[in-house]
């Protein structure tokens, strides 16, 4: 392998690798809050929880850095990438479901400490179905662009296009089937149901723009992306709007 190659795979490893270590070694130290952590609902509700969640997602992901780096100098980057994303989004997924366990958990544990906590905000069934819309046109779009991809030889990018697609459907199921998830205590209800709809929505857009290329070939690539990321953004604006009205 070329040296410049060799130093690429050693970086991309340790540039996720190293805060990712230094965050769990941090976990017991610092305190929910909006800009550094797994910062979900189920670990904002319960020091204990952000604390232990917090400590296995920064080893987790080191080991998946430190993992990747063999990978790279062996298959390239290409190969590299393909593995932190699909990794990266396997790992998020389930320390999300992990937390929520431990919060049902600590919770049964731990007598209730005032009147009930206050039910989640809601999207409403026309939002929630353009959110579901979205994702699953995300999730279409990154699966067909990865089956060409993966038949013209490319299997690290069509991996690397996949996993998104499957984040956006996540992303939709946690902002309908539970919105509790994207509460935070600094946002309020209507700025939860604003996270609630953004995230799914221009995660999607996202998505979608980095397929079109694919579908277009080597023909109007920039154009194409070009509309598909101003409609998707437009409709995510929209409905963004929509949600905060609902608020």
Request: aromatic fraction near 4%; charged fraction near 10%; proline fraction near 8%.
């Amino acid at each position: 392998m070329d040296s410049g190659l060799a130093y690429l795979a050693v970086a991309l490893g340790l540039l996720q690798a190293a805060p990712s270590a230094a965050a769990a070694a941090l976990a017991g130290r610092l305190p929910p809050n909006p800009l550094v952590g797994l910062r979900v609902a189920y670990t904002i509700s319960s020091p204990r929880v952000w604390r232990r969640a917090n400590r296995i997602a920064g080893l987790a992901f080191a080991a998946i850095g430190l993992a990747s780096i063999p990978i790279g100098l062996l298959a390239g980057p290409g190969a590299q990438a393909a593995f932190l994303a699909a990794a990266d989004t396997a790992a998020g997924v389930a320390l999300v479901e992990y937390s929520r366990a431990m919060l049902e958990r600590a919770q049964l544990s731990e007598p209730p400490t005032g009147g009930g906590a206050e039910p989640p905000p809601r999207l409403g069934a026309p939002l929630a179905a353009l959110v579901w819309a979205a994702a699953l046109a995300a999730a279409a779009a990154a699966g067909l662009a990865a089956a060409r991809l993966a038949i013209e030889g490319l299997p690290g990018a069509a991996v690397a296009l996949a996993s998104p697609g499957a984040l956006c459907v996540y992303t939709a199921f946690l902002s309908t089937a539970r919105p509790e998830a994207y509460v935070r205590p600094w946002l309020g209800r209507r700025g939860a149901r604003l996270l609630a709809a953004g995230v799914p929505l221009l995660l999607s857009v996202v998505t979608i723009a980095a397929a079109a290329p694919v579908w277009a070939g080597r023909a109007g690539v920039a154009a194409l992306a070009a509309v598909v990321a101003a409609a998707g953004a437009a409709v995510a604006g929209l409905a963004l709007l929509a949600a905060h009205a609902e608020g």
